[in-house]
Nanobody
Framework: VQLQASGGGLVQPGGSLRLSCAIS????????IGWFRQAPGKQRERVSC????????YYADSVKGRFAISRDNAKNTVYLQMNSLNPEDTAVYYC??????????????????WGQGTQVTVSS
């Protein structure tokens, strides 16, 4: 199983980026996928996730209304569209597959396979 995150980069405040998480070795349509981020000196936090059951999505309060998660089961890829970016969004962003269901979905412990991370820097 591999998750490959990409799409990060340097963007000015107010700008947009779209992250991609290409997945191989498992069927996206049967899996819940989360996006996490980790800023320097901070804990890794969940920003969004998508459910395979009903396609529902979760967003952290800090990104609600600005980020949108989507999935393309045919391409086995999950996307995170990020709009109205601000410097507080600067972090390494990771995608991960949820595999431990007795752990809460917000916990990193609930996720088994992780992508390598992609750096997002928001700066003028």
């Amino acid at each position: 199983v591999q998750l490959q995150a990409s799409g990060g980069g340097l963007v000015q405040p107010g700008g947009s980026l779209r992250l991609s998480c290409a997945i191989s070795g498992l069927a996206l349509e049967k899996n819940n996928i989360g996006w996490f981020r980790q800023a320097p000196g901070k804990q890794r936090e969940r920003v969004s996730c998508t459910s395979s059951d009903d396609g529902s999505a979760y967003y952290a309060d800090s990104v609600k209304g600005r980020f949108a998660i989507s999935r393309d089961n045919a391409k086995n890829t999950v996307y995170l569209q990020m709009n109205s970016l601000n410097p507080e969004d600067t972090a390494v962003y990771y995608c991960a597959q949820r595999s431990v269901f007795y752990e809460p979905a917000r916990s990193v412990k609930a996720y088994g396979y992780w992508g390598q991370g992609t750096q997002v820097t928001v700066s003028s």
